[in-house]
């Protein structure tokens, strides 16, 4: 099994059979066609690529056309709007040169770093990868563990959308259970970092102190300097996904990836801005528009 094929397949894994049949009908060919494509892409899941790089497809996917419709992601899984999200944007980002950088909630700069992202998201591997992320969080897992203290048994509380509460949970596993956490604690920072900016920037206004979350999670203290919130969650999930990649007990192709996450993180935060922004949750830009 080729590179395409086997990310093709992971692809076809999430999707649901209400998905393929939203992909093989999105041009509203005949049943008999729909089945004959429908059993192409189940034999050759390398095509699934193909299609969902088509611009018409994605934008039927995503409901362009009538995007104050509150019903328009019910029948597909959160995974196939998120990839149909993650394709268009990586041929929006194939043809500019700049790409907007957040500076506060309502203001964009832009950053002439368009090929440097366009590179990266050529890569179909760094489009599984984004497309899963975002899958993943789009329900929240929680939950409690209780621990022996001297003084008793004690529970903690734990939320994957929590970095604080996340990270309490290292203390509580043995060295062979933690590179998941770590792992989840790297995408978690790549998250919010990308999607939800705002949200970091508040945690960090509040009670989120991070030369305790550094401590607590086995890292030295962050790097010196101020350094803005984006720059600091990138060096956070970087140093993550390394300790992950070292610690991992996993297949070498797991840490391989970990070590492309860290590598690759300030791309990836700036791609799924732009995913943000283009269409999760759509940011108008008036830069560089037509002369009256």
Not at 36 to 53: E, H, K, Q, T, Y
Not at 203 to 212: E, K
Not at 222 to 231: F, I, R, V
């Amino acid at each position: 099994m080729d590179d395409l094929d086997r990310i093709g397949t992971a692809y076809l894994g999430h999707l649901t059979d209400a998905d393929l049949q939203a992909l093989v009908h999105a041009d509203e060919v005949s049943t008999a066609e729909a089945d004959a494509r429908l059993g192409a892409l189940r034999r050759s899941p390398a095509l699934l690529l193909d299609v969902l790089d088509r611009p018409g497809i994605t934008a039927g996917l995503l409901n362009l056309a009538s995007a104050a419709d509150p019903q328009r992601y019910t029948l597909i899984s959160p995974f196939l709007v998120f990839a149909a999200a993650i394709h268009r944007v990586a041929a929006d980002l194939s043809g500019t040169g700049y790409v907007p950088e957040r500076t506060t909630p309502r203001l964009r700069v832009p950053v002439f770093d368009g090929p440097q992202l366009a590179a990266y998201i050529a890569g179909p591997e760094h489009r599984l990868f984004l497309a899963e992320l975002l899958a993943s969080f789009g329900r929240s897992s929680s939950g409690v563990i209780v621990t022996q203290t001297p003084g008793g048994p004690r529970r903690r509380r734990w939320n994957d959308l929590d970095l604080a509460r996340l990270a309490g949970l290292l203390d509580a596993l043995p060295e062979p259970q933690r590179p998941p956490v770590w792992r989840r604690l790297g995408d978690l920072a790549l998250f919010l970092t990308g999607v939800f900016p705002a949200a970091l920037e508040r945690a960090l206004a509040g009670r989120l102190d991070p030369v305790r979350l550094a401590r607590t999670t086995g890292l030295a203290a962050p790097p010196a300097g101020a350094l803005a919130p984006a720059e600091l969650f990138e060096w956070f999930g970087a140093s993550w996904y390394r300790l992950a990649a070292r610690r991992a007990t996993s297949a070498r192709e797991t840490a391989a990836a970990l070590r492309d996450n860290a590598e690759h993180i300030h791309e990836a935060r700036r791609v799924l801005n732009a995913t943000a922004d283009r269409y999760l949750m759509p940011v108008s830009i008036g830069w560089l528009s037509q002369p009256d």
